[in-house]
C-alpha cells in the first residue's frame, strides 16, 4: 500500500495528465467534434438573447421527450462566459468536469476495494479511455452528466457498504433481500440531492436508471436459486419494464457497431485486463463486484446494438474491474521468478525489465487516449471558415438553410443561422416544443429527397414546405440530385463557391422561365449541327454529358464533366445560334440565342465570375472562356456580361501574373503549375491587352526543347494561348514560342495524328487535337495540321470525355483556322459513325 503522500502524488499526477489530455483538441482553439458547434452556439444565444429562451415544458427540459435537451449545463457555461467573457470557458469547461469525474472514480474504487494503488489504476484507466476522453474534451452536457453519473454511483456504493449483510451477497436470499433497503439514508439522499440536477443537465440519467435497475436486480441473484420461478419472471419483467423504459425516455441510435470498435473506444488494455479482472471476481461473493461485472457484460452487449451504451457508460463498470486486472497483472511482474534475474553481460537487468515492462502497461491506455484526443477535432477548411464569414456577413440572420448532417455543425456553430435538421432537433427541443422521432425522420427524409431526387418539382415543394431560403452543398453533394441541377436551374441562384462548398439561394418565382421555343434542325441547312447539340439541352441551358470528376482541379477543368452548368459551351452556343439565325431567317435559332444571353446574365455571379469545376469554384480561366465568344456580339446584355467578367478578370491579374481564382495563386507546391501556366497563357490571349509582361514570363519557363511539361495536352492548352495572342499581337517572340512548342508536339505525335501520351492517365478530348490544330496553323506547320485533322474526323466526338465541350471548342478553333463555312463543315464531319 502506497503511502499517503505518494498516493496523493500519483493522484495529481493522473489528474493533472487526465486534464492536459482533454486540452489536447483545442491546441488551435478548435472545437473538437460536431456537437461542440451548437452547444456553443446554444450558449451564445443565451447570453445574447437571455434565459428565457430556454424551453418552458418540463418533460422536454428532463430530456423525456425524444428530441429534448436539458439545460443546465448551457447556463452554467452561459453564465460564467458572462462572467469572464473568454472563450476558455468553451475549451476548460469539459476538461474541468472530465477530470473531477477521474477523482470520483478513484474515490469509487477506494470505498469499493480499499487498496489504493488499485484506485489509481482504475483512475489512470478510465482517465485515457478513449470514448470518455472524446466526451469530455468536447464542450457537451455530457461532460456534466458522466460527472453526476459517478458522484450518484460514489454515494450508492457507499450506502451498499452500509446495508446489513454486506459484503456476503448470500446473505440477500429471499428474505435476506430487503436488507437492501436498511442502509444509511443519507447516502441514498446525497445520491438523491445529486439526481436532481442529473435531468437537466443531460440524458445520462437514463443510463444511470438501467444501472440502478441492474443493481437491484443483482441482489435478487441468490433467491433465485431458491425460487427459480418466481423470481425468473421477477427478472423477466424486470426486462419488460427495462425496454419500455427506454422505448419511452430515450432516444438511442440503434446503430450496430463491428467487434472493433470496442477496442477502438474502449481502450485496449482495458478490455483486456478488465476481462482478466472479471474473470478473477467471478467467484467473489461481494455483490458490488457481481454488479460491476453484470453491469459492464449488460452495456457491452446492447453496445453492439447502439454504441450509447458502450459509449462510455460500459467502461465505467469495466474500468473499475479493470484496476484489478491491472494490478494482479503487476503484482505477477513483481513477483516473477523469470525476472527476478535476469543477467546481462556484468548488469542484472530484471528489475530494470520489471519496471519496464510495468511501465508500458501504463503507457499503452495513456498512448491511446492521447492519440484519440489529437485525432478528436474538426477544423473547418480555409474554403468552410470563407463561406461561413460570407454567410454572417451576407445573409439574414433568420435565413434557413439546408445542409448535410454533419454539414449542419459547423454552419450553424460558425455563422449562427437556422438550418432544416439541427434546429428541428435540438433547437426546438432546446427552447420550444421538442420534435416526436415520426416528426424528425420525416424531415430527415425530406432532407435526403431533396439533396437526392432528379424530380426538381417535387424538390421545389419540399424546399418551400420547409422554408428554405439557402442551399449549403459541399464536393459530393455536387455528384447527384440537386447538385446536377442547381447550377443551371433558376430557381437557384449562385451566390457564392470557394472550390469546397457552394451556397445557392432559392428564388420561388424566378424571372428566368424555360424556353420553349422548338428548335426543328431539319429545317435548317445546319440541321446536322443543330441536332448533335440540341441533345444536350436540360430545358434551360445545355449541359455536358458524363459522370467524370477529378480531385485534382487542373485535371478536372480539362476532362472533368460532372459540374452541369458548362457556362463556356453556353456562350459559344448562343453566339452560334445567333449566328446561324442571322443567315438562315431562322427565328428559332435567334430566340434560342438571345435566351441564353439572358440565362448567363442570369447565373453570372455578382462579381462577374463563372464558377466552373467540381465542387465549383471562381476560375478566371472558365470565366474569361465564358465571355469570349460574348465580345463579338453587340447586344446590351451580351455587353454587360462581358463588362462584368472583364472587371472579375482584371480584379484578379497582376502585373507580371494572373491568379488561378480569388486568393489562389497556385495549384502545385513541386514542379510546373499547368493550371497556373495555362490561365495566364489563355486569359492573356483571349484578352492581350496590358498582358506582355505575364506572356513574357510564361515565355521564360519554356523549356530548350519548347515544351513546359511531359504530358502533350498541358503543352496544348499553353500553347493554345501563345497563339490566340500572336493572332492579335503579331508579337515575332511569341510566335517563335508556338513554333518551339509545336515542333515538340509533333515529335510526340504518331503517324496516325494521335498524340503519344492520349490514353495513358486521361483519354484526351477532342478539343485536345482542335487547339493542337490551331497551334500547328499558327507556326505555319501545313503537313501537321492536316494531319492532327484527319485524326479529327476520323476518331469524330460522340465518344468523347466531353462532347459538348469538346464539339463547341472544335467549331471556334477552325473558325480561326478557315472561317466559318469551313469550320462548320469539317464540324459535322465528326458526326458520321
Known amino acids: 500500500m502506497f503511502k499517503a503522500g505518494r498516493e496523493r502524488l500519483y493522484l495529481a499526477i493522473i489528474l493533472l495528465a487526465s486534464f492536459i489530455v482533454r486540452l489536447i483538441p483545442s491546441r488551435n482553439l478548435s472545437f473538437a467534434g460536431n456537437d461542440a458547434y451548437v452547444h456553443h452556439d446554444i450558449v451564445m444565444r443565451i447570453v445574447t438573447e437571455g434565459p428565457g429562451i430556454v424551453s418552458h415544458d418540463i418533460p422536454s427540459l428532463m430530456g423525456l421527450k425524444a428530441y429534448a435537451y436539458p439545460p443546465l449545463f448551457h447556463l452554467i457555461a452561459s453564465a460564467l462566459y458572462t462572467v ?32 489504493h494503488e488499485q484506485s489509481l489504476l482504475s483512475a489512470l484507466l478510465f482517465s485515457m479511455t478513449p470514448s470518455f476522453v472524446t466526451r469530455t474534451s468536447t464542450f457537451m452536457p455530457e461532460s456534466l452528466g458522466i460527472l453526476l453519473f459517478t458522484g450518484i454511483l460514489w454515494m450508492i456504493v457507499r450506502y451498499i457498504k452500509t446495508v446489513p449483510g454486506y459484503p456476503d451477497i448470500n446473505n440477500f436470499e ?18 438523491s440531492v445529486i439526481f436532481i440536477m442529473y435531468p437537466f443537465t443531460h440524458r445520462g440519467w437514463i443510463f444511470l436508471a438501467i444501472a440502478v435497475l441492474i443493481l437491484i436486480a443483482t441482489f435478487l441473484t441468490p433467491s433465485f436459486r431458491k425460487r427459480p420461478l418466481e423470481f425468473g419472471l421477477i427478472f423477466a419483467a424486470m426486462v419488460v419494464f427495462l425496454v419500455e423504459f427506454i422505448a419511452f425516455a430515450a432516444r438511442f441510435q440503434a446503430v450496430p457497431v463491428t467487434i472493433l470498435g470496442f477496442p477502438k473506444w474502449m481502450g485496449v488494455l482495458q478490455l483486456v485486463v478488465g476481462l482478466y479482472g472479471a474473470l478473477i ?46 494490478m494482479s497483472v503487476i503484482m505477477k511482474i513483481r513477483d516473477s521468478e523469470v525476472l527476478k534475474r535476469y543477467p546481462l553481460l556484468k548488469w542484472d537487468i530484471g528489475p530494470s525489465l520489471k519496471s519496464g515492462a510495468i511501465l508500458l502497461l501504463i503507457l499503452v491506455p495513456v498512448s491511446q487516449g492521447a492519440a484519440m484526443a489529437y485525432s478528436n477535432v474538426i477544423t473547418p477548411s480555409p474554403e468552410q471558415i470563407s463561406a461561413f464569414s460570407w454567410i454572417e456577413k451576407n445573409t439574414p440572420q433568420d435565413a434557413v438553410f439546408m445542409a448535410r448532417i454533419n454539414e449542419s455543425y459547423l454552419l450553424i456553430g460558425n455563422t449562427h443561422r437556422r438550418d432544416v435538421l439541427l434546429w428541428n432537433t435540438v433547437y426546438r427541443g432546446f427552447m420550444g416544443d421538442a420534435p416526436s422521432v415520426k416528426e424528425n425522420r420525416m424531415i430527415q427524409k425530406e432532407v435526403s429527397t431533396i439533396f437526392d431526387s432528379s424530380i426538381p418539382p417535387e424538390v421545389y415543394y419540399l424546399i418551400e414546405k420547409n422554408n428554405i431560403s439557402y442551399l449549403y452543398l459541399t464536393r459530393n453533394d455536387h455528384k447527384s440530385g440537386i447538385g446536377l441541377y442547381a447550377p443551371y436551374d433558376p430557381h437557384f441562384k449562385t451566390i457564392f463557391v470557394s472550390g469546397d462548398v457552394s451556397v445557392y439561394r432559392y428564388i420561388r418565382n424566378p424571372e428566368l422561365e424555360s424556353n420553349t421555343s422548338e428548335i426543328r434542325p431539319q429545317n435548317n441547312r445546319y440541321g446536322e449541327i443543330i441536332g448533335f447539340i440540341e441533345k444536350f439541352w436540360n430545358g434551360y441551358s445545355y449541359s455536358e454529358a458524363g459522370g467524370n470528376g477529378y480531385n485534382d482541379p487542373a485535371r478536372d477543368l480539362e476532362f472533368g464533366s460532372l459540374f452541369k452548368g458548362s457556362y463556356e459551351s453556353n456562350a459559344m452556343i448562343a453566339a452560334l445560334y445567333l449566328q446561324m439565325g442571322d443567315e438562315t431567317d431562322d427565328a428559332s435559332l435567334t430566340e434560342r440565342g438571345n435566351y441564353l444571353i439572358k440565362w448567363l446574365a442570369y447565373r453570372q455571379m455578382d462579381n462577374g465570375s463563372f464558377p466552373a469545376g467540381m465542387p465549383p469554384a471562381e476560375y478566371t480561366l472558365t470565366t474569361m472562356q465564358t465571355i469570349h465568344p460574348l465580345m463579338a456580339l453587340k447586344s446590351t446584355e451580351s455587353n454587360e456580361i462581358v463588362s462584368k467578367g472583364l472587371r472579375f478578370v482584371e480584379s484578379q491579374t497582376e502585373k507580371d501574373e494572373i491568379s488561378i481564382a480569388p486568393g489562389k495563386t497556385s495549384s502545385t507546391i513541386l514542379g510546373p503549375d499547368y493550371l497556373k501556366l495555362k490561365t495566364e497563357s489563355q486569359v492573356s490571349g483571349m484578352n492581350p491587352e496590358g498582358k506582355g509582361e505575364v506572356v513574357n514570363s510564361i515565355i521564360r519557363e519554356q523549356g530548350f526543347d519548347g515544351a513546359w511539361s511531359s504530358r502533350e495536352y498541358e503543352n496544348i492548352g499553353i500553347l493554345k494561348g501563345l497563339a490566340l495572342y500572336y493572332i492579335s499581337t503579331k508579337d515575332e517572340q511569341v510566335l517563335e514560342s508556338v513554333q518551339k512548342g509545336a515542333e515538340w508536339l509533333r515529335n510526340h505525335q504518331n503517324t496516325d495524328g494521335s498524340f503519344q501520351g492520349d490514353g495513358e492517365e486521361d483519354v484526351y478530348c477532342l478539343s485536345h487535337y482542335s487547339d493542337a490544330a490551331l497551334i500547328y496553323s499558327v507556326a505555319g506547320d501545313s503537313a501537321s495540321l492536316e494531319r492532327t485533322l484527319n485524326h479529327i474526323t476520323k476518331r469524330g466526338v460522340k465518344n468523347d470525355p466531353t462532347p459538348l465541350r469538346s464539339f463547341m471548342t472544335l467549331i471556334w478553333d477552325m473558325k480561326l483556322i478557315y472561317g466559318d463555312d469551313r469550320a462548320l463543315e469539317i464540324a459535322g464531319k465528326t458526326l458520321h459513325d
Open 84 to 115: 469572464s467573457r473568454s472563450d476558455a470557458v468553451f475549451f476548460l469547461l469539459p476538461a474541468f468536469f472530465g477530470t473531477a469525474a477521474v477523482l470520483v472514480i478513484y474515490m469509487i474504487s477506494l470505498e469499493i476495494s480499499g487498496n
Open 174 to 191: 429471499l428474505g435476506g433481500f430487503l436488507n437492501l433497503f436498511k442502509g444509511n439514508a443519507r447516502y441514498l439522499l446525497g445520491a
Open 281 to 326: 471476481l467471478l467467484k467473489s461473493r461481494n455483490p458490488v463486484h457481481r454488479f460491476l461485472i453484470i453491469w459492464a457484460a449488460v452495456f457491452m452487449i446492447i453496445g453492439t446494438y447502439s454504441f450509447r451504451f458502450r459509449d462510455p457508460y460500459a467502461a465505467i463498470p469495466l474500468t473499475l474491474i479493470a484496476g484489478y486486472g491491472l
